[in-house]
């Protein structure tokens, strides 16, 4: 789909004093224009995509301020203005004082076809969040979501636009929104009772918010969703991971809470005690970061992309981008970390396991428990060619010949309580996340180094402390621990949580 823009760019020079104006017209690129920035006691400057451009040698003085300023609207409580009838928007920097001393007059275009990357998770009716940094075109995705559910779609939607960024200054909206309504703010700090107000006066199927930003307007979200309203939104942060960390917003994606769970729980998990897991329900089922205005990684489960970072093993991402013919090309990406982890270690990211070595296990109902987890398993029948020795309790304590010539070899051991079907699949659960969260390399590093460890105490070392690993690979150092009738204990907080294997004093 081509896009057509529309950006009223005459009105916008008009507000400008001439000795501003009249070097901006001359420049080439004019159509590309994001901003002019007066502040007083300096040279005026306009800002494009990829260049910065001083428009005149004299110095902004109070005249050039007073000149724009009274061209436009008058300025709210969040010190932005507008140009009626248009997109643009003026706003003010003050001094201790409350004077002006400094403008910053945005270009506002509206962007026909800007979506078109996303329509089908618009048209889905499920509530979107849109991240990004600022400028990257959020406010411009949500102008046509709005004109394309009104109108394309016949829906009811609301605007709740608290500056007039979405549908411009003035009483009548821009022709941008279509037959969508717009609802104005009078002040910044009311916008989540208008959002309530909305949902209870005029029976919106859509309401369209711009700039989620505090704890209230958070709940009222909440609220609205809960009522069935499809919500499409935009708040602060880049990234899934910054709304995580951000504990005024986690609301909209869930909300993280800390858990301390027993010790038979911690111990089936493989997890430490205390963990962080998501409350509830997210308010927006899908999440949308914008890297550029035609390249978006999309979270279509809210849910379950929060549930697996805080596990520590992110999902793969779709990430969608538009080629010069307006095509979309949707690939799934790993998360750059476990990228990296993956190269530095030469190995092939993804839930991949190191060739398994049986002894008085079976190897059938090991195939099998597999097949139903969908973990694939490599089995070898060569010692020198294992990753990992699987036994059971019974068979290591009597220390047949494959057990000593396992240990004789510094083949790392997995000890499993019994040969049933429970045991092996907590066994393949474990071994998977500790497989997805690192490589097969790095697991049979951390397997031998904990041997080592345990070895170094029993012949008399008090206690070695070894590298930090993920919560999963901890716990196979901590049955390491055990097997040898060691003791053994978690420190320090991750990224660098690491295992202290250690001697009972007497």
Same mark, same amino acid.
């Given at each position: 789909? $081509?896009?057509?823009?529309?950006?009223?760019?005459?009105?916008?020079?008009?507000?400008?004093?001439?000795?501003?104006?009249?070097?901006?017209?001359?420049?080439?690129?004019? *159509?590309?224009?994001?901003?002019?920035?007066?502040?007083?006691?300096?040279?005026?400057?306009?800002? @494009?995509?990829?260049?910065?451009?001083?428009?005149?040698?004299?110095? %902004?003085?109070?005249?050039?301020?007073?000149?724009? *300023?009274?061209?436009?609207?008058?300025?709210?409580?969040?010190?932005?203005?507008?140009?009626?009838?248009?997109?643009?928007?003026?706003?003010?920097?003050?001094?201790?004082?409350?004077?002006?001393?400094?403008?910053?007059?945005?270009?506002?275009?509206?962007? #026909?076809? /800007?979506?078109?990357?996303?329509?089908?998770?618009?048209?889905?009716?499920?509530?979107?969040?849109?991240?990004?940094?600022?400028? +990257?075109?959020?406010?411009?995705?949500?102008?046509?979501?709005?004109?394309?559910?009104?109108?394309?779609?016949?829906?009811?939607?609301?605007?709740?636009?608290?500056?007039?960024?979405?549908?411009?200054?003035?009483?009548?909206?821009?022709?941008?929104?279509?037959?969508?309504?717009?609802?104005?703010?009078?002040?910044?700090?009311?916008?989540?009772?208008?959002?309530?107000?909305?949902?209870?006066?005029?029976?919106?199927? %859509?309401?369209? +918010?711009?700039? +989620?930003?505090?704890?209230?307007?958070?709940?009222?979200?909440?609220?609205?969703?809960?009522?069935?309203?499809?919500?499409?939104?935009?708040?602060?942060?880049? !990234?899934?991971?910054?709304?995580?960390?951000?504990?005024?917003?986690?609301?909209?994606?869930?909300?993280?809470?800390?858990? /301390?769970?027993?010790?038979?729980?911690?111990? $089936?998990?493989?997890?430490? !005690? *205390?963990?962080?897991?998501?409350?509830?329900?997210?308010? @927006?089922?899908?999440?949308?970061?914008?890297?550029?205005?035609?390249?978006?990684?999309?979270?279509?489960?809210?849910?379950?992309?929060?549930?697996?970072?805080?596990?520590?093993?992110?999902?793969?991402?779709?990430?969608?981008?538009?080629?010069?013919?307006?095509?979309?090309?949707?690939?799934?990406?790993?998360?750059?970390?476990?990228?990296?982890?993956?190269?530095?270690?030469?190995?092939?990211?993804?839930?991949?396991?190191?060739?398994?070595?049986? @002894?008085?296990?079976?190897?059938?109902?090991?195939?099998?428990?597999? !097949?139903?987890?969908?973990?694939?398993?490599?089995?070898?029948?060569?010692?020198?060619?294992?990753?990992? #020795?699987?036994?059971?309790?019974?068979?290591?304590?009597?220390?047949?010949?494959?057990? !000593?010539?396992?240990?004789?070899?510094?083949?790392?051991?997995?000890?499993?309580?019994?040969?049933?079907?429970?045991?092996?699949?907590?066994?393949?659960?474990?071994?998977?996340?500790?497989?997805?969260?690192?490589?097969?390399? *790095?697991?049979?590093?951390?397997?031998?180094?904990?041997?080592?460890? =345990?070895?170094?105490?029993?012949?008399?070392?008090?206690?070695?402390?070894? $590298?930090?690993?993920? =919560?999963?690979?901890?716990?196979?150092?901590?049955?390491?621990?055990?097997?040898?009738?060691?003791?053994?204990?978690?420190?320090?907080?991750?990224?660098?949580?690491?295992? $202290?294997?250690?001697?009972?004093?007497?």
């Amino acid at each position: 789909m $081509r896009k057509t823009v529309t950006d009223d760019l005459d009105a916008f020079l008009d507000v400008l004093p001439p000795h501003i104006r009249q070097p901006l017209r001359e420049q080439e690129d004019i *159509s590309e224009l994001l901003e002019v920035v007066m502040d007083l006691g300096r040279l005026p400057q306009a800002r @494009f995509p990829k260049r910065e451009v001083i428009l005149d040698d004299k110095e %902004v003085g109070e005249q050039d301020i007073e000149y724009v *300023s009274s061209r436009i609207g008058d300025f709210g409580d969040d010190n932005r203005a507008g140009i009626e009838r248009t997109l643009h928007r003026i706003s003010a920097v003050r001094n201790r004082k409350g004077r002006i001393v400094g403008l910053t007059c945005r270009v506002g275009r509206a962007v #026909f076809g /800007t979506i078109h990357i996303i329509d089908d998770l618009v048209q889905s009716g499920q509530s979107i969040l849109l991240l990004g940094r600022p400028g +990257i075109g959020k406010t411009t995705m949500l102008r046509e979501v709005a004109r394309v559910l009104a109108d394309d779609l016949g829906k009811r939607v609301v605007i709740v636009d608290t500056s007039n960024e979405i549908a411009g200054d003035g009483d009548i909206p821009h022709p941008a929104i279509g037959r969508a309504r717009r609802m104005q703010v009078i002040t910044p700090n009311m916008q989540h009772a208008v959002m309530i107000e909305a949902v209870e006066n005029h029976m919106p199927e %859509v309401i369209i +918010i711009d700039e +989620i930003g505090t704890e209230l307007e958070a709940q009222a979200a909440r609220t609205i969703a809960e009522r069935g309203v499809q919500l499409v939104g935009t708040a602060h942060g880049n !990234k899934l991971e910054n709304l995580m960390m951000n504990p005024t917003l986690a609301d909209l994606i869930g909300g993280i809470q800390t858990v /301390t769970l027993g010790d038979e729980e911690a111990k $089936r998990r493989g997890t430490q !005690k *205390s963990i962080l897991e998501r409350m509830s329900m997210p308010t @927006f089922n899908i999440v949308v970061e914008i890297h550029d205005r035609d390249r978006v990684a999309i979270h279509p489960d809210a849910g379950e992309a929060v549930d697996a970072l805080l596990r520590g093993q992110p999902m793969a991402t779709e990430i969608r981008q538009l080629d010069e013919k307006g095509a979309i090309k949707i690939e799934k990406k790993m998360p750059e970390a476990v990228i990296a982890r993956a190269v530095k270690a030469k190995q092939p990211y993804g839930n991949k396991l190191p060739e398994l070595y049986l @002894f008085g296990v079976s190897r059938g109902r090991l195939e099998q428990v597999a !097949k139903e987890l969908q973990i694939k398993l490599e089995v070898t029948a060569d010692l020198k060619a294992a990753g990992l #020795f699987i036994t059971t309790k019974n068979y290591y304590r009597r220390k047949p010949q494959a057990v !000593k010539a396992a240990e004789a070899a510094g083949l790392p051991i997995y000890v499993i309580k019994s040969n049933t079907p429970s045991q092996i699949r907590q066994l393949l659960h474990t071994l998977s996340h500790a497989a997805s969260t690192g490589t097969a390399e *790095s697991l049979k590093l951390a397997l031998a180094e904990a041997e080592e460890a =345990a070895g170094k105490v029993q012949e008399g070392d008090q206690a070695v402390e070894l $590298r930090p690993y993920s =919560a999963y690979i901890r716990r196979l150092q901590h049955l390491i621990a055990r097997r040898y009738g060691l003791s053994s204990q978690s420190l320090g907080k991750e990224p660098d949580r690491r295992v $202290r294997i250690f001697r009972d004093k007497a």
